[in-house]
């Protein structure tokens, strides 16, 4: 599969994405929460698979090696898609996800199909967990912040 080429924020700021946050800002009510959300559904996603090896052990059985492979190495994230996170957590678990921090479940997996490779990426240094996740103190928040906050 050819590697997508182009900046981050092309790809926030593509429709589907636009429109999932637009979604998630109306279903919060319009509050700087979006950010909170995705940060806290994507740690409940990244305790339930394992940590960030676990996450990388499901997508690769997934089918998505290509994907990993772009998201822990060097050069930029292939995108993943709403329907592959379905693929890795099991349809309940994403109801669990979206239930417990108040989204709709389709709403959940477009943004852990966004998430979930740049956190990855942030995770991972050539292939390897770096000590700050390895330890439990990533910070998902923040990188929800930083990643959701480019795209208003």
């Given amino acids: 599969m050819p590697r997508r080429t182009g900046s981050i924020r092309s ?13 998630l800002r109306g279903a919060l009510g319009g509050s700087g929460a979006d950010a909170d959300t995705g940060g806290n559904l994507l740690q409940s996603a990244f305790n ?11 997508a690769q059985a997934a089918g998505l090696g290509d994907k990993v492979q772009s998201w822990i190495g060097p050069g930029s994230n292939i ?3 709403a329907e592959e996170v379905t693929r890795i957590f099991p ?16 709403l959940a ?7 979930i490779p740049h956190a990855v990426d942030q995770q991972t240094g050539d292939g390897a967990q770096t000590s700050e996740a390895a330890s439990g103190g990533f910070d ?3 990188l929800a912040s930083k990643i959701l906050g480019k795209s208003a």
């Fill in 48 to 58: 339930a698979a394992g940590g960030t090896e676990g996450i990388i052990q499901k």
């Fill in 109 to 115: 997996t477009q943004i852990l199909a966004h998430l």
């Fill in 140 to 142: 998902f928040g923040s």
């Fill in 11 to 23: 790809i926030l700021m593509s429709g589907f994405f636009s429109g999932a946050l637009g979604e």
């Fill in 79 to 81: 995108p993943m898609l």
């Fill in 91 to 106: 349809p309940q678990q994403i109801d669990d996800f979206a239930a417990r921090h108040g989204v709709p479940a389709g």
